[in-house]
């Protein structure tokens, strides 16, 4: 006789309405925070942060002790007001930044800036005439190489914008290897200035500030 | 066929937990259905792709079940071309958002009533 019905398992146990409702709501939960894209990055924030990056135009590369230490405060001072405005945008918005795309979007950006601080230190740890020579030749090229990845990193958890002007700090970063000092400090400013600005008010415009 | 003795089938009392107390729309309580609403509830527009790998589903599971939504106005397909690749992105239509709220509000009524039994 063929059997046209599963059979009946009656020794497993039903599972009680509440137990299915949460596990609905533990699978709507997890899908979403898949497939989310991090929408709180700060329009403003980051127009500041390219506002802050032009400013590190004005300093002077063939002073490598001078020029480094400006370039690094002035990097502090945009991660600050980034940091800042991204936790405010996360609060406004109720985006988490400890789970989910926010997490993951946080956890993008870290590796390639961390990459960075270290390679700048151990660049400052080099016995002159190396310090000065990597300074003037290496620096502003390796980090417009790393922010760009840290960027497209962190935009693959966002909105298509930021991997694309990751991408182009990346090829700032190549052009910065093969021009002469001066020529770097202008990609610089044109990088973490200009392109900030761009995505900064490509933001507000698109997304909202 | 009238004086057949009646068979007498014991009663077992079915027990109210294989189903929910409250009505769903049965149409976002499916699985699968369900995942392609709380994608697309996290996103602006999510292509076919993206989508299809996101619930691990194949082209054809895909394709039912997003028209099923489709036609009742719970998601919203636009299809375009990306040079000379044809591509479908899917979006959540106010319905469909509206859907999943009372879903969700369902869903944490069952759980609050559990717990007013407890």
């Known amino acids: 006789m063929p059997v046209d019905r599963p059979p009946l398992h009656r020794d497993v146990p039903a599972v009680a309405p509440e137990q299915r409702a949460a596990q609905h709501l533990a699978f709507i939960r997890e899908t979403m925070a898949q497939s989310a894209t991090f929408t709180a990055v700060p329009g403003w924030g980051v127009v500041a942060m390219g506002v802050i990056g032009l400013l590190g135009m004005g300093y002077d590369l063939t002073t490598p002790h001078f020029s480094t230490l400006a370039w690094l405060l002035t990097a502090v001072t945009a991660a600050s007001v980034g940091g800042v405005a991204l936790y405010r945008k996360a609060m406004q918005l109720g985006v988490p930044l400890a789970s989910g795309a926010g997490r993951k979007y946080v956890l993008g950006l870290l590796p390639a800036l961390l990459a960075g601080a270290c390679l700048t230190w151990a660049v400052g740890r080099l016995p002159e005439p190396a310090y000065a020579t990597a300074t003037v ?69 698109r997304y909202g500030g | 066929m009238a004086d057949k003795p009646r068979i007498q089938r014991t009663q077992t009392p079915r027990k109210a937990v294989s189903a929910f107390p409250v009505a769903l729309d049965k149409l976002i309580h499916e699985r699968v259905r369900l995942g392609i609403v709380s994608a697309l509830a996290a996103t602006d527009a999510l292509a076919f792709n993206d989508l299809k790998a996101l619930l691990s589903l194949t082209d054809g599971n895909l394709s039912v079940h997003a028209r099923k939504l489709e036609d009742a106005g719970y998601v919203a397909c636009h299809k375009s071309f990306d040079g000379r690749t044809p591509k479908t992105e899917y979006s959540l239509t106010e319905a469909g958002r509206a859907a999943l709220e009372t879903y969700l509000g369902q869903m944490e009524q069952i759980i609050g009533l559990a717990r007013g039994h407890e």
Request: glycine share 16%.
């Open chain 1, 137 to 205: 030749n290496l620096l502003p090229g390796l980090w417009l190489l790393l922010y760009g990845v840290a960027m497209v990193t962190a935009g693959m958890f966002s909105v298509p914008v930021i991997p694309a002007v990751g991408t182009g700090f990346m090829a700032l970063a190549v052009v910065a290897f093969l021009v002469p000092p001066f020529g770097q400090v202008l990609l610089l400013g044109v990088g973490f200035g200009g392109l900030h600005l761009f995505l900064g008010f490509y933001i507000v415009r």
